[in-house]
């Protein structure tokens, strides 16, 4: 995570990623780490879960669906969306995904 000089609110942007190709194929570990280091390189750092994967679980055509997911946290102090529309359409065309999620929340460093 990127840290701070001065207290106060900031934001925390995830990125869900699917840990398998659409036909269950396992993305090689140096795709994660592009994208790791590309998120360090742009925003000072990154955390990134990626050892012990989530389950991510949706319905999808009257069916539930599901994917392992490594998640990766970057804590900005706005948000370019601009920026984030882009990355997040490099990495769905990437991954070979209809979408990925990116989300961002309100933080407050203590």
């Excluded at 994917?67 to 769905?92: K, N, P, Q, S």
């Amino acid at each position: 995570m990127a840290a701070t000089d001065s207290e106060g609110s900031m934001k925390s942007i995830e990125i869900f990623l699917p840990m398998n190709a659409n036909d269950g194929t396992p993305f090689p570990d140096t795709m994660f780490d592009r994208i790791e280091n590309e998120l360090n390189e742009t925003f000072g750092g990154v955390t990134a879960y990626k050892r012990a994967p989530a389950q991510g679980r949706w319905k999808s055509g009257g069916q539930t669906q599901g994917d392992e997911i490594a998640i990766f946290e970057v804590v900005v102090h706005r948000i370019d969306r601009g920026w984030w529309t882009w990355f997040r359409e490099e990495l769905e065309n990437r991954l070979g995904q209809e979408t990925i999620l990116v989300t961002a929340r309100d933080i407050e460093i203590l």
